[in-house]
């Protein structure tokens, strides 16, 4: 019994059941049941070898977290193309798995991913999906790897947007037709964010470029020539989709203006006394008519005393009227009508006209 001890437990039980067996035949040989218990211990034993001998059948596992595949980011997301080609790679664990699968998913923007397509696991750790197609908006793509051991975790999301609208352009400032008096003019406005602007001068063939910054507002300063320039502005929105707006702006003297007109240039000898009626027009330097501004009008007429108006100020026409009268005993000659424009703002200037007293 001693070695017994240093049996394994299989073969200790098996000396038990040796020892059973051989007291059942002594006890039940004269009664007939010798058969009957051999028949037990043999259906016993045989139970106990098969559960001590299987092979324990093997579980599936979900494939590790290290298999899941990655997609390369698209330099830009923007597109104004129907397909795209999907580039990216695999585990090196996983390259060359016979049977295995790098499965294509796509989200179309609030909706479920559903499956694009799928292609073979290469012999290589990098992959290339071709011509898969875009619907028009976001398009959000995941990749796994299918294989007999089941499929991966999505890789993180990659985005492509499909976009074929012309991006709109909005002038803040200068208005078409507008005049500017000074060298330059600043373009300000908004279009597409990160939409690329180019503002060409077909007068003066100058040309700037700039960028929208994320909000899409863009400013850029060009340079004009006298006259009329026409302008320009051309839009391109990250997905290479692009659009035009054109004005024209009139590069003004860049001073204070002002013209004086009479309500007749010829007046009678005899008609004398004679009413006459004297109209100044005011532009600021950038050719709007100027409200406000302080004019005084003089009248020198020959053999007469001058003749001067009190201050009037011009109304939102930029203009301002006098009516006076050239008195009995002038003689004939030029008569020198005078406009004294003041402002505040843009200092002064004078407008003159010439009548003429005839017999």
Not at 6 to 35: D, E, I, S
Not at 251 to 258: C, I, K, R, T
Request: no cysteine.
């Amino acid at each position: 019994m001693e070695r017994t001890r240093n049996l394994g437990l299989p073969f200790r039980l098996l000396f038990v059941v040796g020892l059973l067996a051989v007291g059942g035949g002594v006890l039940f040989a004269a009664t007939g049941g010798l058969g009957k218990v051999a028949e037990g211990l043999g259906s016993t034993f045989g139970g106990f070898v098969l559960e001590l001998t299987a092979t324990p059948a093997p579980s599936v596992a979900p494939m590790s977290d290290s298999t899941t595949p990655l997609l390369d980011e698209p330099t830009e997301p923007y597109t104004n193309q129907p397909t795209i080609d999907l580039v990216g790679s695999i585990p090196a664990e996983v390259v060359g798995t016979p049977g295995s699968r790098i499965r294509i998913y796509v989200a179309l923007g609030k909706q479920e991913p559903s499956v694009v397509t799928q292609i073979p696991v290469g012999k290589k750790p990098r992959f290339l999906v071709p011509g898969i197609t875009l619907v028009e908006g976001s398009n959000a793509f995941t990749a796994t790897i299918v294989g007999p051991s089941g499929e991966s975790e999505p890789s993180p999301v990659v985005t492509y947007v499909y976009d074929i609208t012309k991006p709109r352009i909005s002038l803040t400032s200068p208005g078409n037709g507008a005049v500017v008096n000074a060298e330059s003019v600043q373009l300000v406005g908004q279009t597409q964010p990160r939409s690329q602007m180019r503002v060409r001068n077909a007068t003066t063939n100058a040309i700037v470029t700039g960028e929208a910054d994320a909000s899409g507002n863009f400013s850029l300063t060009l340079a004009i020539g006298t006259g009329t320039n026409d302008i320009g502005i051309t839009a391109i929105d990250p997905a290479g989709n692009e659009n035009h707006l054109v004005l024209a702006l009139r590069h003004g003297s860049g001073v204070l203006a002002a013209s004086l007109a009479g309500s007749a240039s010829r007046i009678s000898l005899s008609s004398l006394p004679a009413s006459t009626q004297l109209t100044v027009v005011v532009s600021d330097p950038d050719g709007r008519p100027l409200k406000g501004a302080r004019v005084t009008f003089t009248l020198a007429v020959p053999n007469v005393s001058a003749i001067t108006s009190p201050t009037i100020e011009t109304g939102g026409d930029g203009t301002a009227t006098w009516s006076t009268s050239i008195p009995k005993g002038a003689k004939t000659g030029l008569v020198h009508a005078t406009a004294i424009v003041q402002t505040s703002q843009y200092g002064q200037t004078t407008a003159l006209m010439v009548m003429t007293i005839v017999k």
